[in-house]
């Protein structure tokens, strides 16, 4: 079964480093989501691209954080500087129209001590 | 991003009994849902979907009925396992805005053997 991979599962760094998140959809996916867990909450969508284009960036804190999708395949999302409160679930998602099809990788738990 | 509420935050069922998880959506344009599954430490697993032309979608052990009216999902699951223990979230998808997922807080469920 096809699935979304994300590493690293888990990541721990020190407040004010540089942190990132890789993700490789399903392959021909070509709707990628990242989006932030606390925990105890629902997932809050951060950034959605279709193929390497951003499509909502909206939310997403864009005096530390990044995310990019050079060939519309994987991607990455980096954290600079990381801040207490960036510890969370990062999850990546991806469908194949974008409007079916929604998948999710396991995540990347993220501590920031 | 816009509110998918859910109704209770916990819910405690006998093993064997039937399991109704309810989701309340806030924007009427919303013309998808999803309902995922979410086990401790892992990303969201899809459950069952329905788009807003239908008011009800059967899966295997699981129903998912829509109240366009009232704005309400729920999620029924026949016969709760010990499996079925996880949390439960509802996402809304408003196509006319990209795609963009929403989810609730979710909803706890945890099955009594």
């Known amino acids: 079964e096809a699935e979304v991979a994300q590493s690293p599962r888990y990541k721990i760094t020190e407040k004010s480093q540089a942190v990132a998140f890789w993700c490789d959809p399903i392959s021909g996916h070509a709707t990628l989501y990242w989006y932030r867990q606390i925990l105890g909450q629902g997932p809050e969508l951060l950034v959605q691209f279709q193929d390497e284009s951003v499509v909502d960036d909206s939310q997403l804190p864009k005096d530390r954080f990044s995310a990019e999708r050079l060939k519309g395949v994987d991607s990455t999302l980096k954290i600079q500087p990381a801040e207490l409160g960036d510890s969370a679930m990062y999850l990546c998602?991806?469908?194949?129209?974008?409007?079916?099809?929604?998948?999710f990788g396991s995540g990347t738990r993220l501590t920031v001590v | 991003g816009e509110s998918v509420g859910l109704h209770l935050p916990t819910l405690s069922v006998q093993e064997g009994d039937n399991s109704i998880i309810n989701c309340a959506y806030s924007?009427?344009?919303?013309?998808?849902f999803i309902w995922y599954k979410q086990e401790s430490g892992k990303g969201p697993q899809f459950i069952i979907d329905?788009?807003?032309?239908?008011d009800k979608r059967q899966g295997q052990r699981v129903t998912v009925l829509l109240n366009k009216t009232v704005k309400h999902l729920s999620l029924q699951i026949a016969a709760t396992q010990p499996g079925d223990s996880a949390v439960y979230f509802c996402?809304?998808?408003?196509?006319?805005?990209?795609?963009?997922?929403?989810f609730g807080t979710g909803t706890s469920l945890t099955v009594i053997p």
């Open positions: 996402a809304e998808i408003i196509t006319n805005t990209g795609n963009q997922f929403y």
């Open positions: 924007n009427s344009a919303s013309d998808y």
């Open positions: 329905i788009r807003s032309n239908m």
């Open positions: 998602a991806s469908s194949l129209t974008g409007t079916s099809g929604y998948t």
